[in-house]
């Protein structure tokens, strides 16, 4: 095969091109820390690096969330523990409420703490976090999550908001709720439960609640929303006129019986019984219906009721009885809900490491297929400036292998 002087040129000045091209190639990997300087070096290398990189960045977004998820959650914790404190000192006030030394003045001394205690607490409940919106409003955290009305035939203290909970997503398949609603945590918290004398033909009856636990519990049991003859029941002292006989006026179902003296009390299920009464005579009660008190409401109730000069003793009972009971529910309402932000705060912490080991295995992947090995890409460099060393000694001999070289 001929081969002209042109070709020698052009396969000489070709092969030094390439090796210069090789060479900065090397170059570059060596200065970027990229093995893959464009797609076309590893076509499916280059699509899993695309990839990889997508979830990184998602997961940069979760770590983002996990940050915003935990800081809600803890200062919703502070809040609730906030509120826990001060109706754990307005129990100690109740009950410091409840001697029977106290003197009017003493109860509206009682009564000048507990209302600073209300308007913490209410404050407390209308809490916002940095972005100004209401903690425990739900989905309508631009308004107040609770309101004072003044002129409310019921409860004054109202709430505002809605059930709703802002979820934030923390990983692929994990959403948690960054708040909880004022509406379950401080507004559907049961007031004492109650139940009152309504009828019968005894010569005389009165009842009160000594056992509230008991009562409770059988109001909780019994209690019916539907029919509201079946919330009435009568005692009826029998024949012999040493029991009681208690049933249901709605169904006719037997629900208990006690022994019965005229004239000594009782106790029926957690209700204490004075009764003057002969064979055959009656004696009937209501359960009330329950009613949902949130704990400013309590507290202001009781408030009220340290500041009546003219309450009856019965009626200053039934209030101390309201307040103790009444947050006794609302700081379970509160403990509950405490546990709940502890919960999610553990998931959040769960997820995060989770998310973290992933983000390493991931970066470990890519860098597996994009990154330079150094030891490799230095070889690599000496031996492409060897060959363009040897392309560039070559590139002048051949040159002078003319024939005018020898003419």
């Known amino acids: ?34 093995k893959l300087l464009r797609p076309s070096d590893d076509p499916v290398g280059a699509a899993q690096v695309v990839r990889l990189t997508e979830e990184l960045d998602r997961i940069e977004q979760f770590k983002k ?45 009682l009564g000048i703490e507990i209302g600073q205690i209300r308007d913490q607490i209410f404050d407390l409940m209308n809490s916002r976090n940095a972005d100004g919106e209401y903690i425990f409003a739900g989905f309508q955290s631009d308004s107040p999550a609770f309101i004072y009305d003044a002129t409310a035939a019921g409860n004054k203290y109202q709430f505002q908001g809605d059930d709703g909970q802002n979820e934030i997503q923390i990983s692929n398949t994990v959403r948690v709720e960054s708040g909880d609603s004022g509406k379950v945590v401080f507004e559907d918290v049961l007031a004492r439960l109650k139940g009152n004398i309504t009828g019968g033909t005894a010569g005389s009856s009165s009842m009160k609640i000594t056992q509230q636990s008991s009562f409770d519990f059988f109001h909780k049991t019994n209690y019916d929303a539907v029919t509201a003859a079946n919330n009435v029941y009568r005692g009826t002292v029998n024949g012999a006129g040493n029991q009681v006989d208690f049933i249901n006026v709605g169904t006719g179902a037997a629900v208990g019986s006690v022994a019965f003296t005229s004239g000594q009390p009782f106790t029926f299920k957690g209700l204490e019984f004075d009764v003057t009464a002969t064979a055959g005579q009656t004696v009937e009660f209501t359960l009330q219906q329950p009613e949902k008190k949130n704990i400013a409401e309590t507290l202001n109730d009781f408030y ?40 999610r705060l553990n998931v959040a912490e769960s997820v995060l490491k989770s998310n973290l080991d992933l983000e390493i295995a991931n970066k470990s992947a890519r860098s597996d297929i994009e990154d330079v090995d150094y030891a490799v890409a230095v070889s690599e460099l000496s031996k492409q400036e060897t060959a363009l060393q040897a392309a560039q000694a070559t590139f002048s001999r051949v040159t002078q292998l003319s024939l005018f070289d020898y003419i």
């Open 1 to 34: 095969m001929r081969i002209s002087t042109n070709q020698l040129f052009d396969r000489s000045i070709q092969g030094i091109l390439d090796n210069q091209g090789d060479l900065s190639d090397i170059q570059q990997q060596l200065s970027s820390g990229k």
């Open 65 to 109: 969330n996990n940050t915003l998820l935990e800081n809600a959650l803890s200062q919703e914790e502070a809040i609730l523990s906030g509120v826990t404190e001060a109706g754990l000192r307005t129990r100690q006030l109740a009950i410091q409420a409840g001697n029977g030394v106290n003197t009017i003045e003493d109860r509206r001394a």
């Open 304 to 343: 009220i009721a340290l500041n009546d000069a003219n309450i009856s003793d019965s009626d200053y009972a039934a209030a101390l009885d309201d307040v103790i009971v009444g947050l006794d529910n609302a700081l379970q309402a509160v403990a509950d809900a405490n546990s709940a932000v502890g919960g």
